[in-house]
């Protein structure tokens, strides 16, 4: 199932034919509560809200990437980014995939594989100025995110939805506005409480389980 944080070719094919973030988190979240009390042992990933671990009966909540006193201004903004290079069909370097499309019809361009050496796109550019920043930029750029009390948790959400969101044509520090729904809203607890009799491996703020 699809959630209201899709890429632009989502849109123009489906228009509002998915979910809402409140009703994902809700539809996620009864699946979850089902599938702990089915004996099934498979690790399960639910995209950017919850991972369940059957064998150790524990969970991580995707949203609090960062547990009580891990904070780090230094983490890198997006750790799958900071690993790995992307590369679209036409040859363009991008930080992931999930912004491909959007970097296109945004008009931003990294470097293309057919005119430059992904050596040199690796070593110096905007490329790897954008796959090095850290959540400690985010923060310093987002007057939003500098002033929440759930940033060292969430550490600013996913920097391609944070785009996305943003309206802006280079904001690469825009909040992701899924994460502040999922803690403004009461998400954190209600996951917690929904799923108390496993393990919650996320700690996000004294008080909290």
Not at 25 to 35: G, P, R
Not at 138 to 149: L, P, T
Not at 172 to 190: A, H, L, P, S
């Amino acid at each position: 199932m699809s959630v209201h944080t899709e890429v632009p070719r989502w849109f123009a094919n489906a228009g509002d034919a998915c979910l809402g973030f409140e009703e994902y988190y809700e539809k996620l979240l009864d699946f979850a509560e089902e599938y702990i009390h089915t004996g099934m042992k498979m690790d399960i990933g639910i995209w950017q809200f919850l991972r369940l671990y059957p064998k150790n009966r524990s969970f991580s909540i995707v949203p609090a990437a960062c547990s009580e006193g891990e904070y780090r201004s230094t983490y890198p903004a997006c750790r799958g980014n900071r690993g790995m290079a992307a590369v679209t069909s036409s040859g363009d370097i991008v930080p992931c995939m999930q912004e491909s499309g959007l970097l296109m019809q945004l008009g931003i361009h990294f470097g293309n594989l057919h005119r430059d050496r992904l050596k040199d796109l690796l070593s110096s550019g905007a490329y790897l100025d954008n796959v090095c920043s850290t959540v400690g930029d985010v923060r310093a750029n987002n007057s939003k995110c500098g002033s929440c009390k759930w940033f060292e948790y969430c550490t600013g959400g996913c920097r391609a939805m944070g785009l996305l969101y943003s309206g802006k044509r280079m904001d690469f520090c825009g909040e992701d506005i899924t994460k502040c729904r999922f803690f403004e809203n009461g998400w954190y607890e209600k996951v917690s409480e929904t799923l108390s009799e496993w393990q919650n491996l996320s700690r996000a703020g004294t008080g909290h389980r």
